[in-house]
């Protein structure tokens, strides 16, 4: 155990040291960037909630981060000829949450600076590449169509897809989303685990790719039922 988590954290500063790196080098290249059309701190959220106000401030504290001058908040910030700023953003951007991952419903971490940025780019690597570059989340209609389809509600071929990642707790699927290649797999194989393998652009026109042999089954939490109304 203990070998394990000394393993785990020359990894972890290792990765934190290579993306400052990266970072620095890349800020370089940014010093003749254009200025931006707007500013950061207008891409804050608008939260609700006991801990609304918290968040906000956390988010606004974010806004204000050096990082943010070099690596673009959001792709309606640049300038068509902003190429260093493209490339940053294409890069280590993150449109949806943010390159400290403040933007989340939960923010995934209270502490902003460079570590939490480079920990947020391993889990999430080249978000907005996958997602706006070669992906088409930005598509404000999404295709999705079924090359071939077998679940529990039966096989079906060169038909309407579904929006989602697997059809089914069993099941395999070869699709077209937005036009782009899809092929997914889902089996339960003891008690509560499943394999999970998906590879291509997912409905959303994402590009992923996950491979889980050993996934645990999220239960469901009951629905709560009102009690009947009493019979006059």
């Not at 609304?52 to 792709?75: D, G, K, M, S």
């Not at 640049?78 to 400290?100: E, K, M, Q, T, V």
């Not at 209270?110 to 939490?116: A, E, Q, R, Y």
Request: proline letters at 6%.
């Amino acid at each position: 155990m203990i070998r394990t988590a000394v393993t785990r954290a020359v990894v972890w500063t290792t990765i934190r040291y290579w993306h400052c790196c990266a970072v620095l080098g890349c800020a370089l290249l940014a010093t003749s960037c254009a200025s931006y059309k707007v500013p950061t701190s207008s891409f804050t959220r608008q939260y609700t909630g006991e801990n609304a106000a918290h968040y906000a401030a956390l988010e606004q504290r974010a806004a204000r981060h050096p990082l943010y001058e070099v690596i673009p908040r959001h792709r309606s910030q640049l300038r068509w000829y902003d190429a260093p700023h493209w490339l940053l953003w294409g890069l280590w951007g993150n449109d949806d949450n943010g390159i400290f991952g403040e933007s989340q419903r939960v923010p995934y971490s209270t502490n902003i600076h460079t570590g939490t940025c480079a920990l947020w780019a391993t889990r999430n690597p080249l978000h907005n590449f996958s997602f706006y570059v070669i992906g088409s989340a930005h598509w404000k209609r999404h295709y999705n169509a079924v090359v071939f389809s077998a679940s529990r509600e039966g096989v079906r071929a060169f038909a309407r897809g579904k929006e989602t990642v697997f059809d089914s707790d069993n099941a395999f699927k070869i699709a077209f989303n937005d036009f782009k290649p899809f092929v997914s797999l889902q089996f339960a194989h003891f008690k509560n685990r499943r394999f999970q393998f998906y590879a291509g652009w997912r409905q959303r026109g994402n590009l992923g790719f996950k491979l889980r042999p050993w996934a645990k089954v999220r239960k469901q939490r009951p629905v709560a039922q009102a009690p009947p109304c009493p019979t006059p």
